[in-house]
């Protein structure tokens, strides 16, 4: 999953990433490096007492609440496996287009065939309808909204998490490996693609607020 999501920033970053960018809910950052360079400034906020360690976080903050900066404050959000931790959705969406200045955009990617992770702060699975719901409600038009992955990433991810759940880290890396070599085949790639749309391993979504960006 982490290969598959850095493959789909590294893509979006330099076409959707510009200006003012808040990286809502950062984590440890792992995307920072990707898009420090496409935008002017870079706020990192988070949990206080997070799992996550993070020598880039600017402000620990509650994330079910309202963000302390003013409204249009951001060219680029980024919501990078986070939607899924946060109890009520509906205040993330809602906060997130009073953040965005006009022409910003709203970049994010959230699991679907996915175990439960960070508990006891997992709440949802989003459907690509869901995710389409949520952002036309708050007033953003979407981009882009594709599938990561499909049955062969799911299939290979599960069984890796059970060979490490029985301390076999060798046979879960072999596992990944075998099934990132089929993938990048001419087979595999079909077989991800058309099983994608029934059994997404999760999804990529860039939205965005009308108007002209500055």
Known sequence: MVGLIADRYQKALPVHARGRLLDMGCGSAPLYGAYRNHVSEVTCVDW??????????????????????????????????????????????????????????????????????EEPHDYYRYTRFALRRFAEQAGLSVVELEPIGGAPEILADLLAKLLTGVKLGWGASAIQSIARAFVRTGAGARLSRKTSTRFPFGYFMVAAVPGQRA
């Open 48 to 117: 206080a007492n997070g799992p996550h360690s993070n020598q880039h976080l600017d402000l620990e903050c509650d994330l079910t609440a309202p963000l302390p900066f003013p409204n249009g404050s951001f060219d680029t959000i980024l919501l990078s496996d986070v939607l899924e931790h946060l109890p009520d959705p509906k205040h993330c969406w809602a906060e997130v287009a009073r953040l965005l200045a006009p022409g910003g955009k709203l970049i994010l990617n959230v699991p679907f065939y996915y175990p439960i992770h």
